[in-house]
């Protein structure tokens, strides 16, 4: 493995965001809001309006050398909530600290923009995902509401709150 780099997206990134979430809905496809289908559907232009990051969004992506191996984003919702999403991380690399880089990397980010409190939707059924964020401090809130892409399974909301 080589050095692992954590870093905010940017529009030349959008090949590497591309490749990365399309992976990711393949890999998963009920543990997000969007489909396969809808993301494979994006622009080459949409998809480097993503990769440009805003206080509103940020994707991260990890990267050992030049392949890029996991996402993750800030985005803030209408409501003002500050939102973990797209959390995602290639098999290899699996539980080798590059989740915990990006989950760090959102909280640094959901923080300097002003958002002490970061939110995130999972299913108590993807107990490993559960374990790994109460890991990272996130804990379960008495919310519920369905997946977009995928209504019949219900996410509950978890909060992470930053430090005092």
Not at 93 to 110: S, T
Not at 156 to 163: F, G, N, V
Request: one cysteine or more.
């Amino acid at each position: 493995m080589n050095h692992i780099v954590i870093r905010p997206s940017s529009a030349a990134d959008w090949p590497a965001l591309k490749s990365t979430r399309l992976a990711a809905l393949l890999d998963a496809p009920t543990a997000f809001g969007a489909s396969h289908a809808s993301a494979a559907g994006f622009s080459d232009a949409d998809w480097q309006q993503r990769a440009t990051s805003t206080p509103q969004r940020t994707f991260f992506l990890a990267f050992d050398g030049e392949h890029p191996i996991g996402l993750a984003a800030q985005v803030v919702a209408g409501n003002g909530e500050c939102h973990l999403i797209a959390m995602w991380v290639h098999r290899e690399y699996r539980g080798r600290n590059v989740a915990q880089g990006l989950v760090d990397a959102v909280k640094q980010c959901a923080v300097g923009n002003g958002h002490p409190r970061l939110v995130l939707d999972v299913a108590p059924e993807n107990a490993r995902a559960a374990a790994f964020y109460r890991k990272q401090g996130f804990v379960f809130l008495p919310a519920w509401e369905a997946l977009e892409s995928h209504p019949h399974i219900h996410v509950q909301k978890m909060e992470w709150l930053a430090p005092a």
